[in-house]
């Protein structure tokens, strides 16, 4: 990925801006097809891409409740072919999917993003990956603050741990982008590519090439 206007290169620019949660399943599989879509198209467009937050249960406990009780109670009757169908997705990303674990908030994910990406969108960019990865396939909570600071490292951002201690730091970042990007919608993944073309879901990455076609003419 590159974050410059696509000037220098010659190619043409596409800013791709996501709303998602962390605790959505098909923001992971939208992001791994998308990446499978730039990948595809890296030596015709150049890409800028920008998380943003979105709650999909703003009042999710902070101390975080056991997820697969959590997903029984949500689903009901349902929950068990919701499941086995998140699994057949997973499987077919060549990752599983791991249902144990704790599900809470994601304020201090949602805060941390933001503060990654006043490190550079690339860096925030791998760090929804790493988050996802734990999340969804490690069975590791959204809201575990040694979660979220060792995965912070692993993609090259200092300082999360003191910027997360203060529950300040990044909120009015937050509130802003929910603001701007998401108060619109009603569910996630979102996405608009050169502030004009806009779908959602856990698309394929077919959907995504035709989606940059389409912005960048």
Not at 16 to 28: Q, R, T, Y
Not at 90 to 114: A, P
């Amino acid at each position: 990925m590159a974050e410059s206007n696509g000037t220098s290169s010659g190619k043409k620019r596409i800013r791709i801006d996501i709303s998602s949660d962390s605790v959505c399943p098909w923001c992971f599989v939208g992001k791994r097809n998308l990446d499978k879509a730039i990948s595809a198209a890296k030596d015709q467009f150049d890409f800028q891409i920008k998380w943003h937050p979105f709650f999909l249960n703003p009042s999710a406990p902070k101390e975080g409740i056991n997820k697969k009780e959590c997903y029984k109670n949500k689903f009901g009757s349902q929950y068990e072919q919701i499941e086995a169908r998140m699994t057949e997705v997973f499987k077919g990303l060549g990752l599983e999917y791991d249902i144990s674990g704790l599900t809470g908030n994601t304020l201090d994910y949602h805060r941390l993003i933001c503060f990654a990406g006043q490190q550079g969108l690339d860096t925030q960019h791998n760090l929804v990956e790493e988050l996802f990865l734990g999340y969804f396939t490690q069975g590791k909570y959204i809201g575990d603050r040694k979660f979220l600071v060792e995965s912070a490292k692993k993609v090259g951002i200092e300082g999360a741990a003191e910027f997360l201690e203060d529950p300040n730091n990044g909120l009015k970042e937050v509130n802003e982008e929910l603001e701007k990007y998401s108060a619109h919608i009603s569910g996630v993944p979102y996405y608009v590519i050169n502030g004009k073309t806009k779908f959602s879901g856990g698309q394929p990455p077919e959907v995504f090439l035709k989606a940059f076609e389409t912005a960048a003419n």
